[in-house]
């Protein structure tokens, strides 16, 4: 697709398999295997645009954060769990069952 500014959208990503797709045609499914598409998104062009940054923590910070976060959830009767990037510990989830969305 095209950078015209415009938008932040880079493209189109099935969710199982893994292949893109033209994100300038109105699409949601994925034409390889028929399961949900992902949107991609030029995360610095968001940020830019409305006026700030970010980063992607390392993984100290971001396994800290996950122990603040599951002793609040403890302390209301909560577990928290964790459905990306599984390396940081955490109770395993599915944040989307393409299964059930397909």
């Not at 893109?20 to 994925?30: F, T, Y």
């Not at 910070?61 to 599951?70: G, P, T, V, W």
């Not at 209301?76 to 059930?100: F, K, N, S, W, Y």
């Amino acid at each position: 697709m095209a950078d015209t500014g415009a938008t932040t959208l880079t493209g189109l990503e099935c969710g199982v398999c893994g292949k893109s797709h033209d994100a300038s045609l109105l699409q949601r499914l994925c034409t390889a295997c028929g399961r949900p598409l992902l949107a991609r998104y030029n995360l610095d062009r968001a940020a830019a645009r409305h006026g700030f940054a970010w980063r992607d923590p390392p993984a100290t910070e971001k396994r800290a954060l996950l122990e603040r976060l599951a002793g609040i959830a403890a302390d209301h009767g909560m577990t928290a769990t964790v459905c990306a990037q599984p390396e940081l510990g955490g109770i395993p989830a599915a944040c989307v069952d393409a299964a059930r969305l397909a």
